[in-house]
Nanobody, 124 residues
């Protein structure tokens, strides 16, 4: 079993930056990929970015390309989401997730474990 704990959310003005962290614990040797998703009230859960654990290969959703960067620290079993040039439409609860097998990073059903989420609010 894997436990994921997000941190780093908060309130930021439009144009500002924020870095989210997600620390994994438990049976982390089985993790093959991790990702970030977000969900705003009344909207579907949306893929943000994903990373393949062993290779470091990444995928980012089109709305955040050029603004958000996903990275990981293998030694710390931690994944990060650096968010720059934040916009009000980025406001959502951000969740990190971990997957054990092979699959499509953009697909939420690929992931086996989910964190509790951290709120990001971007003011106008």
């Amino acid at each position: 079993q894997v436990q994921l704990v997000e941190s780093g959310g908060g309130l930021v003005q439009a144009g500002g930056s924020l870095r989210l962290s997600c620390a994994a614990s438990g049976s982390t040797f089985g993790i093959s990929a991790m990702g970030w998703f977000r969900q705003a009230p009344g909207k579907e859960r949306e893929f943000v970015a994903g990373i393949r654990w062993s290779t470091g290969g990444t995928v980012q959703a089109d709305p955040v390309k050029g603004r958000f960067t996903i990275s990981r620290d293998n030694a710390k079993n931690t994944v990060y989401l650096q968010m720059n040039s934040l916009k009000p439409e980025d406001t959502a609860v951000y969740y990190c997730a971990a997957a054990r097998g092979f699959g499509r990073l953009e697909f939420s059903g690929y992931y086996d474990y989910w964190g509790q989420g951290t709120q990001v609010t971007v003011s106008i």
